[in-house]
């Protein structure tokens, strides 16, 4: 049973927008912090941002703050991931990811979904 389900990828051209879904289910509903992932071609998985369950803090990385927002809907069980000023290096598989408190600092995630790809053309 797939716990995390992104949603919302595609092809956009540069300087758009795009709003990625996760809907999470089971123990991965109840997580502390979820987070958005994504990883290109060739390069290793980056963290993008996060926001806790429970007060709705966020934390960004520096390559999105700014572009990127990250907001949850605890009534529907989803975490969304809208996305602006695209480029072409944001292309890339984007996955999101719930986990333990501990997960704020650790980055280490308990639950990921399958992952959505988001291709930024010229």
């Known amino acids: 049973q797939l716990q995390l389900v992104e949603s919302g990828g595609g092809l956009v051209q540069t300087g758009g927008s795009l709003r990625l879904s996760c809907a999470t289910s089971?123990?991965?509903?109840?997580?502390?912090?979820l987070g958005w992932f994504r990883q290109a071609p060739g390069k290793e998985r980056e963290f993008l941002a996060a926001?806790?369950?429970?007060?709705?803090?966020?934390n960004y990385a520096d390559s999105v703050k700014g572009r990127f927002a990250i907001s949850r809907d605890n009534a529907k069980n989803t975490v969304t991931l809208q996305m602006g000023s695209l480029q072409l290096e944001d292309t890339a598989v984007y996955y999101c990811?719930?986990?333990?408190?501990?997960?704020?600092?650790?980055?280490?995630?308990?639950?990921w979904g399958q992952g959505t790809q988001v291709t930024v053309s010229s």
């Open positions: 089971g123990r991965a509903a109840s997580s502390d912090v």
């Open positions: 990811a719930t986990g333990r408190s501990t997960a704020w600092t650790s980055k280490e995630y308990d639950y």
């Open positions: 926001i806790t369950r429970i007060g709705g803090n966020t």
